[in-house]
């Protein structure tokens, strides 16, 4: 799913919450560590299965989005304004934040920032021009940005002012909710180097480019082409030039990222680790048998279908614990399908659906108790103010006999193990509906993250039970960038518009859009709505979180959302994570998946 891609980012979160142990500390061979060996300098990051950091451009377009872009590769060397993550909370981390909380002034219209003493690298100040020079660029080519929602970000500032190098002032066309503009707009402010960026030709003497449109929008178009080269991370000078903790030392092929400390880093925790890599894996079995095996992982995760293995990961040195993200996660349907998009706009099909995932045996089978329900569009965990009591419940149980009567009332000859079709096509009551012609058949194709052996288990036990209810399931495995590539936005009429569901079980994490509303993802215009969903109501609702500070308006969004499924609600998985017992620092769990090995020590 794109930012669930966005996955965003993301059910299976390698994050750590390592709790003392009295297991002897192993050494990655195996034997317990002598203490006269050296101090180890480095450590090696299992990524999750298929789900590898790639892009290094703070101003990310969609196409090449993912949560962990952010949480293991971005926000290591290039630092946000604000920080969202707060030992295991879900708010401003204020210590490692680039500037004070914002400010207001003009009746709560206007946002002043202002930001503490950090240095770039090379020893250049972080300044208002930095912040500047991202807007500048963001405004360039905004369709193009994975967080654009028309309407919003930039959309709705009316005015950005710098009145000194530590100040930017941000005006809106309105007044509104300011927990929204902290954690949905000024959240995704990332300064970048203009002394160092701010040119549109390799060679060039860094000037003002940025200060016109056009100028912007061709600085824009290089540093896209230069991040596009994957291979020139470790050295292209431009990428040297950080404000984060780390720097890119190398970039193999198969996205194997090592970093190197950045010995110029002005932040408040210095890094003693001298290294970190992080690992990909291509599927999370091939993971789990290096971590088994006492290999080259010192931070790394159990699948939650490997979860009767914990002890005897522990008995190899390292701590473990389950990890929860502050996320959501789905199925999505294409309702501008040509073939079955006419289908999936009916609210009954899409409540027989959810009445056929059972989410509890979906945790207890496949999951082995190592995962969360969704219930509807707010995160019922980790606890949070944000979900109400009608959130936290199944409104959609698992009951087969309920999704066969709600086909069955709706025009449609429903063969149990069979395909059921429209026998009573037309637009009255106790007919098939719009767009649905007699005979057409419940058949879908479902299209999902390969790789991941506890959602392949899954989809085949969903194929199963949908089968009772005469819904053919198609599954088609395949690695997530495909599946990403190919859940895109269509019309109707675009016959080549293939893909009918996704199930990316990557989950949606709220990040960078922090605050849980959905116009990212359920709003008709969002970056994120791949299958077109569209209510005024559900726009209406979303837009009164972002002007509403009552707790009502959050409240109306998650209820209506819940019961109309714009999207089917499944389960995420929680992750099982193993971080070697010697390492301190790597807790508590970071509910958006973000690493700090700045703060790691071996011990």
């Keep these: 799913m794109k930012m669930s891609k966005v996955i965003a980012a993301l059910g299976l979160a390698t994050v750590a ?23 180890k300098t480095s450590v090696t990051i299992a990524e999750p299965a298929n789900a590898p950091a790639y892009y290094i451009f703070p101003l990310t377009p969609m196409d090449n989005y993912n949560g962990l872009n952010d949480a293991y590769f971005q926000d290591l060397i290039y630092r946000p304004v604000y920080w969202i993550g707060d030992h295991g909370a879900v708010k401003v981390n204020d210590q490692i934040s680039l500037a004070d909380a914002p400010t207001y002034t003009d009746g709560g219209k206007t946002a002043v920032l202002k930001l503490r003493p950090y240095n770039w690298s090379d020893g250049k100040p972080v300044t208002s021009r930095d912040v500047l020079f991202f807007w500048n660029l963001l ?22 002012a710098t009145p000194d190098a530590q100040t930017i002032t941000f005006t809106f066309d309105k007044v509104y909710n300011p927990d929204w503009i902290l954690y949905n707009e000024l959240s995704q402010l990332s300064p970048i180097p203009q002394h160092a960026w701010d040119i549109d030709a390799t060679g060039q003497t860094p000037s003002d480019l940025d200060s016109t449109p056009a100028g912007a929008k061709k600085v824009y178009d290089y540093l896209i082409k230069q991040a596009g080269d994957a291979a020139t991370y470790a050295t292209n000078p431009l990428w040297q030039v950080v404000n984060g903790p780390w720097k890119v030392q190398s970039f193999a092929n198969g996205n194997e990222v090592t970093f190197a400390a950045n010995p110029n880093y002005s932040g408040p925790i210095k890094p003693t680790l001298q290294t970190v890599t992080l690992k990909p894996f291509t599927s999370d079995t091939a993971e789990f048998n290096v971590l088994a095996a006492n290999g080259d992982i010192d931070y790394g995760y159990i699948p939650p279908q490997q979860g009767t293995q914990i002890d005897r990961i522990k008995g190899l040195g390292f701590n473990t614990t389950e990890a929860t993200t502050w996320s959501i996660n789905y199925m999505v349907p294409n309702f501008n399908n040509p073939t079955v998009g006419p289908i999936f706009q009916q609210l009954y099909v899409r409540q027989a659906m959810a009445h056929l995932i059972d989410q509890d045996g979906w945790v207890k089978g496949p999951l082995s108790g190592f995962g969360k ?34 086909l069955t009332q709706n025009g449609w000859t429903v063969k149990p193990d069979g395909v059921s079709t429209c026998t009573s096509p037309g637009t009255g009551a106790g007919q098939c509906g719009a767009g649905i012609t007699a005979g057409a058949p419940m058949k879908m194709k479902v299209e999902y993250a390969s790789g991941l052996g506890a959602l392949d288990k899954a989809m085949q036990a969903e194929k199963s039970a949908f089968a009772q209810a005469g819904i053919e399931l198609d599954l088609v495995p395949e690695p997530l960038d495909t599946v990403n590539a190919n859940e895109t936005k269509c019309v109707p009429s675009d016959k080549s518009c293939a893909w009918q569901l996704v199930q990316g079980d990557l989950a949606w994490t709220f990040q960078p ?3 849980p509303e959905g116009s990212l993802m359920f709003g008709k215009d969002g970056c994120c709505n791949a299958g077109s969903y569209n209510d005024p109501k559900a726009e209406a609702l979303i837009a009164d979180t972002h002007t509403s500070t009552s707790p009502d308006a959050m409240v109306a969004y998650q209820n209506y959302l819940q019961t109309q499924l714009p999207v089917i609600w499944t389960p995420k998985a929680e992750t099982i994570v193993a971080a070697r017992s010697n390492l301190t620092g790597t807790q508590p769990n970071d509910p958006f998946s973000n690493l700090y090995p700045e703060e790691w020590r071996w011990s």
């Design 17 to 39: 919450l390592a709790a003392c142990s009295s297991t002897p500390a192993t050494s990655p061979s195996g034997s317990a560590s002598a203490s006269s060996a050296p101090a």
């Design 139 to 160: 405004k360039s080519a905004k369709e193009n940005w994975a967080g654009y929602v028309p309407g919003e970000f930039p959309d709705n500032v009316t005015n950005v």
């Design 373 to 406: 329900p969704t219930y509807g569009p707010v995160p019922t965990f980790p606890d949070n103010p944000f979900v109400d009591e009608n959130g936290k419940a199944n409104a959609f149980p698992y009951d087969v006999q309920k999704a066969t009567d709600l």
């Design 513 to 515: 859009n922090y605050y």
